[in-house]
């Protein structure tokens, strides 16, 4: 079994926490877009166990729409010594992350390195979503957890990827991991 410094206990925990418990949102809502994600984004940047990022609204939508129909992906980390697995598991405006491995051999009990918690609390007024992701320094660095995250947004927004995320949920006889990854390579390279 796992053990980490920081619990994955810690990390549920903390992604059950309302937007107002992590900033001071009647505060926030006076600022522009362009000022809540600079202190959004420049908050998070000190945290070593924290990263954000932030959904338009299209995004948003986009995205908790087709979480509904396929609330799983496994994306890829880089390591030295090759690709590791990560299986993303939603559960309504959270999302769940743990190693591929873990979750072969623990299923359903599997411990959480990572947890991602959608905030909804300024689309209507502002037109985006904020996000935060609590995770478990020890297993995924800062840079790390910020390209799972942004994979993760990027895999249910964008509709060629949301393909293959349909096949992993739906018929996952067709889903090819190699051909997920160098799919999902090409958006980072030039």
Known sequence: MATYAVSSVDIVQSSRRALNDIVKLDMMMQENSGRIIEVWMQYHSTKKDAAASVLSRPEYDTLTFRI???????????????????LVKFDELRAF???LEEYKEKGENAEPVLAWSLHPDMLEEKGMALARADFVASCLTKDEANKLIADLTYC???????????????????????????????????
């Open 156 to 190: 249910y927004v964008d509709s060629k990827m949301f393909k293959e995320v349909m096949k992993l949920n739906q018929n996952p006889t067709e889903f090819d991991w190699n051909d997920f990854v160098q799919k999902l390579g090409q958006r980072h390279t030039p």
């Open 68 to 86: 509904k129909k396929c609330p799983i992906v496994i994306l890829p980390v880089h390591r030295p010594e090759g690709y590791q697995a990560f």
């Open 97 to 99: 992350v743990t190693t």
